[in-house]
C-alpha cells in the first residue's frame, strides 16, 4: 500500500488535527465526539446546517465548513457512518435556536445514524436527503447514492441559511436543488482503504468502472477503456436522460475528480463536457472544476449537473469562506 | 496509460481551453502563441508578473493568474519549457510600462527560453530565478530546482506589485522570498507522461524516491518505504539544515502534493511537520496543504518552509483571487 500513514487506525485522527490546525482561522475541532464547527458560531437566529459522513472523501465535508456553508460536520471513519453521538453533539454545539438542517447523503448508515440523532435531538430540525447519482435506476432497492452534487446542495441552502432563510425554507430548498441535479463517475482505477491494504476491486489495465460510487465499490458496469469524449458522452448522455434539460437553460457544471486524477485531466473533461452541452443550447453559467468529492485516491471523475435559476444563481455566487470554496469574502 | 485523454498532442490545448472556460471570470486564454492573461488589466503603472513553464504542474502557474498574483503565464507542453515567443507575446500583452518581472524555476531550457524573451522586449523588465528544491546540493552543477515554493514568491510579489511596488523592488522581495524558502519531496510513485505512455521510473511496492523533482525525474536516492513520521522527519530534517531556523520563527508551512495523493493524507503529513517544527519553537503562523505544484498523477508530497517577518506575513494575507488561491476579494 502506497500511502503516507503512520498506522491506519490513527491516520483519521491526526488527519483532522492537522486539517483543524491548517485552517485554524476558521473551523475548530471537536474530539470527543468527532466533529468540525466554524470558528466564528453563526449569528443568533440562523438555521444551522450539519452533514457528515464517512471520511475519505476530503475536501467532502470538512472542507465545506464555514461561512456562507455548512455550521458544523460529524467525519466517521474511512467510508464509514457517523454515530448519533456525533451529530446530537454537534447539533447541540452549533444550534442558533432557528432549527438545525441535516444534509445527508443517501447511504442506508448516514441515513439510519442521522434519524437516530434527529429523534434525540430536542429541537427544532429537518433532513435533505441528497440521491444525485443517476448511475442508478431510481427504482434502486435502497435508492439512489449521494455524490457530488452534495456540496452543491450544502453551497446553496448554506447561502439561503445565511440570508435568514426559516427551516422549512431552508428544507424546500435543499430537495430542489438535489431534485435540480443529477451525478454520473467513472473510475480509471480503484482506491486503497488503508485498513484493508489493497484495492477494493481489480481493473485491467484496459478497463474502466462505469456509474462508480466514492466508497471504492464497483460501478454499473466495467467496460473496455475509452477515450475522454466517449467517456464524457456517455456521462453526459446519463444526465440528459434524467434532467432532459432544454436549449437556453442555464446549468452549473461540476467536473469532480476522485482523489488520484490530475486537473490538466479534469479540465480536459470540463472542455469535452462544455461542448457538448453548449451544442445543445444550454448556458454554462456557473462552473466548478477539482477534486471535491473524492474517493481516497481513485483515479477517476463524475459530472454534475444542475438546472440553475436566477435564485439558484444568486445563491451559487453569495460569499462563502471554508477551506475548499471561497469567494466574495 | 490510465487517463481521461484523447490523443496526447490535443490534452494540452484543450485543457487550456477547459481551464480558461471554468474560470471565464477571471482569465482569458490567447492562442497564437498559448499564454493565459487576466481577464482584467492590471492597472497602468503596475509592475507585471509572468511565470510559465512546462505543463502538468497544474495548478501552477494557470491557477495563479488574476489580481494579487500573476499577470500572465506561459504554458510548455507537459514537462517542456514554453517558448520565447509565447514569453514576448505576454509580455507585450500585459506590460503597463511600469515594467516586467519574470519568474521563473530553476531548469535550463526555463532559464534559457526566458533570457532570450528579456532581450528580446524592449522595455524594462527583470527576473526572479526559484530555486528552493534543498534536495540538491547549492553546488550542484545547474543550480537547484524552482519547485512548490514557487507560489509563495509568486504570491507576495504579487500582492507588494498590487501595492504599487516599483520593478526593482518586485526583483528584491522576489530574491528574499525564495532565499526565505527551502523544499523538499518525496514521491510514492512516478508519474505516466501521456506522449510516454508509461511511468518514467520504476518503485518497487515498498520503495520510494526522496528528493524527487516534479518532472518525473528519478530523485536523490531509492529507500524503503517508510511510515509517514519517519519521511516527514527526513523532509523536515533537510529543509532546517538548510534554512536553520531559530526558536520564535514565524514560517508559512505548505504541504504541498504532487497530483495522485488524497488530502487525508496531506493533512496527516501536515500535521506531523507542524509537530515537528513547534516542538523545535517556530511559531507556525500561516499554512497552506493542498495539490498546488504537481507532476501529473505522481503520489507523493513535498514540504515548504519559508520563514516570515511582518512583510512577508502582510503580503501573503493581501487579497488574491486567482483559480487556486483565492481569499480576501
Avoid at 109 to 121: L, S
Avoid at 153 to 180: F, I, P, S, T, Y
Wanted: glycine share 10%; hydrophobic share 45%; with cysteine.
Amino acid at each position: 500500500m502506497k500511502k503516507f500513514i503512520n498506522v491506519p487506525d490513527s491516520l483519521l485522527e491526526d488527519s483532522l488535527k492537522g486539517f483543524a490546525k491548517a485552517h485554524a482561522d476558521i473551523v475548530e475541532l471537536n474530539l470527543q465526539p468527532h466533529f468540525i464547527k466554524r470558528l466564528q458560531p453563526a449569528k443568533p437566529g440562523k438555521v444551522v446546517l450539519i452533514s457528515g459522513g464517512g471520511s475519505g472523501h476530503e475536501p467532502l465535508h470538512s472542507g465545506f465548513v464555514g461561512l456562507g456553508m455548512l455550521d458544523a460536520v460529524c467525519p466517521g471513519q474511512i467510508f464509514t457512518s457517523p454515530t448519533p453521538d456525533q451529530m446530537l453533539a454537534a447539533a447541540q454545539a452549533v444550534d442558533q435556536g432557528a432549527g438545525v438542517l441535516f444534509i445527508v447523503k443517501n447511504y442506508a448508515g448516514d441515513v439510519m445514524n442521522f434519524e437516530i440523532a434527529a429523534e434525540m435531538f430536542e429541537a427544532p430540525n429537518a433532513t435533505v436527503l441528497v440521491n444525485d447519482d443517476v448511475s442508478l435506476p431510481k427504482t434502486h432497492s435502497i435508492g439512489r447514492r449521494g455524490v457530488a452534487g452534495t456540496l452543491i446542495v450544502e453551497k446553496m441552502v448554506g447561502a439561503a441559511a445565511e440570508a435568514g432563510a426559516d427551516l422549512a425554507a431552508c428544507k424546500a430548498l435543499g430537495d430542489r436543488v438535489n431534485e435540480a441535479t443529477a451525478s454520473i463517475g467513472v473510475a480509471l482505477t480503484s482506491c486503497t482503504v488503508p485498513a484493508l491494504g489493497k484495492p477494493t476491486f481489480e481493473l485491467g489495465e484496459n478497463e474502466m468502472e462505469m456509474g462508480v460510487g466514492i466508497h471504492g465499490e464497483r460501478g454499473r458496469e466495467t467496460v473496455p477503456l475509452q477515450s475522454a469524449s466517449e467517456i464524457v458522452e456517455q456521462l453526459a448522455h446519463a444526465i440528459d436522460e434524467e434532467l432532459n434539460p432544454q436549449p437556453g437553460q442555464s446549468v452549473l457544471l461540476h467536473v469532480n475528480g476522485f482523489g488520484g486524477t490530475p486537473l490538466i485531466e479534469l479540465h480536459l473533461l470540463y472542455q469535452l463536457a462544455a461542448q457538448h452541452w453548449e451544442k445543445r443550447g444550454l448556458k454554462i453559467a456557473r462552473s466548478l472544476v477539482g477534486n471535491f468529492t473524492t474517493s481516497l485516491d481513485m483515479a477517476g471523475a463524475s459530472l454534475t449537473l444542475t438546472m440553475l435559476d436566477e435564485e439558484l444563481i444568486r445563491l451559487w455566487d453569495a460569499p462563502v469562506n471554508t477551506a475548499a470554496l471561497r469567494w466574495g469574502c
